[in-house]
């Protein structure tokens, strides 16, 4: 099993949203497609159903950690790219060669928030991806001793 930390921004969709939906359970992020080729290599060679992730919801007032999700469908194509009204059309992906995916996530449970400033009160999490200076990245992998720190905290 993997860990992983997902971002959304409370803008585009939130953690309530998520708890709303009739299965709990979305394709990410369901309004903004996942146009970077890192976070998409993430999706598509290393998750694995049953793998956790943590709903990060970025950009804010309140940055941090609001939710535990699970990946339940594994990465398949991202349908906004087929279409030319949509802003994340991309006219070099064909359904034969998709450039863009998606994964299914399933609410595990809504937590209170963790913030960002919370986090780096923790030497042991000095090394973690969302922590360090510049990190943008929407999908960034979290170590086991992350992940078991964090759901401790």
Known sequence: MRYWLMK???SVFTIEELENTPT???????????????ARNFMRDDMSLGDLAFF??????????????????LAYPDP???LKD?????????????RWLNVDVTLVKKLPLI?????RDYSELKDMIILRKGNRL????VTENEWSL???I
């Open 138 to 141: 929407s999908i960034t992998p």
């Open 8 to 10: 959304s921004e409370p």
């Open 115 to 119: 913030t960002l400033k919370k986090l």
């Open 80 to 82: 906004l790219q087929f």
């Open 24 to 38: 709990k359970t979305v394709d990410w992020i369901p309004t903004k497609g996942i146009r970077n080729y890192q």
């Open 86 to 98: 949509n802003k994340y059309y991309d006219p070099k992906s064909t359904p034969e060669n998709p």
């Open 56 to 73: 990060y919801q970025s950009n804010c007032d309140s940055p941090g950690i609001v939710g535990i999700m699970e990946i339940t469908k």
């Open 150 to 152: 964090i759901t401790a």
